[in-house]
């Protein structure tokens, strides 16, 4: 199994325990409350948990770096750059 399947379906195998499972073990006079807590807490958990997920596969703010560091890494990489950048507008 590759490895990037492997959080997903662990997560949602916890969270589809707690919010389809436990609530057949919901007992006193409130039962009917506790339920439908345990499947709205698992829904909502599950549901931020992957948004927080889904936005670390595809950043979509990154470092912001002088243009000191960008030479610094560019040379150290291997990939020297010129000092000066054509930028066409």
Known sequence: MDS???????????WAFIGIIC????????????Q???MLTAA???LFWLCCY????NPLIGPKLSMNEIMIMAREWGNPIKDTMDVVV
């Open 4 to 14: 990037e399947w492997v959080p997903p379906i662990v997560i949602t195998s916890i």
């Open 23 to 34: 609530p057949f073990f919901a007992r006193g006079p409130n039962k009917g409350v506790t």
């Open 36 to 38: 439908c807590c345990l």
């Open 44 to 46: 909502t958990c599950w």
């Open 54 to 57: 889904m936005t670390q596969l």
